[in-house]
């Protein structure tokens, strides 16, 4: 395949033969910094036009990214410091893989490549006890909150699902959880050290997202460089073959062949790994390509032309059970499975669905939970009965019966907010027109029945020349239905304190 020349300006410049390429005189430095940003090796590609004097200006913005990128790497470098530091200090194994320490070892200094977030490596038995120390020092959970049981199956999951726990720690910075070390033991100190199982995690780590980056490919060249005489590679195939990525493996050393020019070891030319090159050499073509076909979209079809045949398998069996994160809310076994299969269920309706509309509401309806559905079904055929018997009945008693006491209980905020929503949600995709009264009847008849002490709010204005009247439910001071509009309203008095 012909590789494009912008691939010799990725790599910091050769020791022995310094920059692979020298763009012609009528070349434009501007179009080949917008392809280095979209290949994902901006840095480099700048440092290298800087070197051949065809950079940027110093107050363009592509310098301005550059320094930026310093800036946060250095942030990044300082807040992993202080976290292993700190959970070394507690008790906890921690070592940092890849991040800021692969590009010191691998590049000229930090600014050279782009660095998205901090991974540590854990062993899997000391992972709860680093979330819960974690979470003690501030970090927040990039989704829900972890129960023991979630993390006991989070971490029983094998290394081909690629499993990790992802933290935030202020203001925004991604922290994950790794413990899928690919040699035979627990690395003693630097993962680095371990030639053979460290390659193999690059290439591993290459192949989860399907090397959709130019860096991730041009971590795995620099590091043959600079430590490919020291890799013991009977080891390092016998690594894979015993892991399960031999085909990354393999995969991931063609993709550097092509691209680099680099001759493939003697142990990728087994018929066995013809396919795995084919693949890899596939994965280099689409890298470079401007157009990229559907699957490549999709972070799953990804992985699984990544997988071998087992892989794939075991992959497909376990999409159908509940993943660990479901166990976090603490169901039965049997409530956890049926929400598995209700959430598969909706999203294969989703996928078949024709109409553009009913398949983003059945995408969005995936993320709720069996109450959830029992609130919306509630809500449907009490909008229907109050819609239809505010002619009939007066007002005053639909009122009452939507004030009716229940027993008090403790209220949840965020129970609140979400029983407002779904109201919201069944009244706008209800059959029947629903405007702001049948809308805010049910809702407070629902919230006095948890408990909330909610108020019907009425409120009316004048609007090119005509009297419009609004109605929406309070709880805490705040407008829960309608939130914004009801400031337009002028605020009626209860009927009892009109009469006083």
């Not at 200094?109 to 709860?128: H, K, M, T």
């Not at 780590?205 to 490919?217: C, I, L």
């Not at 509309?357 to 009490?382: F, M, N, T």
């Not at 109050?386 to 008090?408: D, K």
Request: with cysteine; hydrophobic share 45%; net charge positive.
């Amino acid at each position: 395949m012909a590789v494009t020349p912008i691939v010799g300006l990725c790599l910091p410049p050769h020791p022995g033969r310094g920059i692979e390429w020298a763009p012609p005189a009528e070349w434009s430095a501007e179009e080949a910094l917008a392809e280095a940003a979209r290949l994902g090796a901006l840095p480099a590609v700048i440092h290298n036009l800087r070197a051949l004097d065809r950079g940027p200006a110093g107050d363009s913005a592509w310098t301005d990214r550059l320094r930026r990128n310093y800036a946060h790497n250095l942030n990044l470098q300082r807040q992993e410091t202080g976290l292993v530091e700190r959970l070394n200090r507690a008790g906890v194994d921690c070592r940092p893989i890849k991040g800021p320490g692969l590009v010191e070892l691998l590049y000229p200094d930090l600014s050279w490549r782009g660095i998205a977030d901090i991974d540590l490596l854990i062993r899997p038995e000391q992972v709860e006890q680093a979330y819960r120390l974690l979470k003690q020092w501030g970090l927040k959970d990039a989704a829900g909150s972890w129960t023991g049981v979630g993390l006991a199956r989070l971490t029983s999951e094998p290394d081909d699902f690629f499993p990790e726990l992802v933290l935030v720690a202020p203001p925004a910075t991604i922290v994950e959880l790794h413990w899928d070390w690919v040699g035979e033991s627990f690395p003693a100190g630097s993962p680095v050290q371990d030639r053979e199982a460290f390659l193999l995690y690059l290439c591993r780590h290459g192949a989860k997202h399907f090397w959709a980056s130019m860096q991730r490919v041009c971590d795995i060249e620099l590091y043959l460089r600079k430590f490919g005489e020291a890799v013991d590679w009977k080891r390092f195939w016998t690594l894979a073959r015993n892991k399960g990525w031999e085909r990354a493996a393999a995969a991931s050393l063609e993709i550097c062949a092509v691209l680099f020019g680099r001759a493939p070891h003697q142990y990728q030319r087994r018929p066995r790994l013809w396919a795995s090159r084919a693949m890899g050499r596939q994965a280099a073509r689409l890298l470079l390509a401007p157009d990229r076909p559907w699957w490549w979209r999709h972070q799953v079809t990804r992985r699984l032309r990544v997988y071998s045949w087992s892989q794939r398998l075991r992959r497909c069996a376990g999409w159908i059970q509940p993943p660990p994160w479901h166990w976090n809310l603490e169901l039965s076994n049997r409530a956890t499975w049926v929400r598995r299969y209700r959430r598969l269920a909706l999203a294969g309706l989703a996928l078949a669905c024709p109409l553009a509309g009913w398949r983003r509401r059945l995408r969005k309806s995936v993320d709720l939970e069996g109450r959830d559905w029992w609130i919306l079904l509630r809500a449907a055929v009490l909008l229907a009965v109050v819609r239809a018997g505010l002619g009939v009945v007066s007002f005053e008693t639909w009122r009452r019966w939507a004030q009716a006491p229940r027993a008090a209980a403790e209220t949840i905020p965020g129970q609140v907010e979400r029983i407002a929503w779904l109201v919201e949600a069944a009244a706008n995709h209800h059959v029947l027109r629903m405007t702001c009264l049948p809308r805010s009847l049910v809702l407070l008849r629902l919230l006095t029945r948890l408990g909330a002490p909610a108020e019907l709010k009425l409120g009316v204005r004048q609007h090119q020349g005509r009297l419009q009247a609004h109605a929406w439910v309070e709880w805490q001071g705040r407008a829960l239905n309608q939130s914004g509009r009801q400031v337009d309203f002028a605020e009626l008095a209860p009927a009892r304190e009109r009469r006083g």
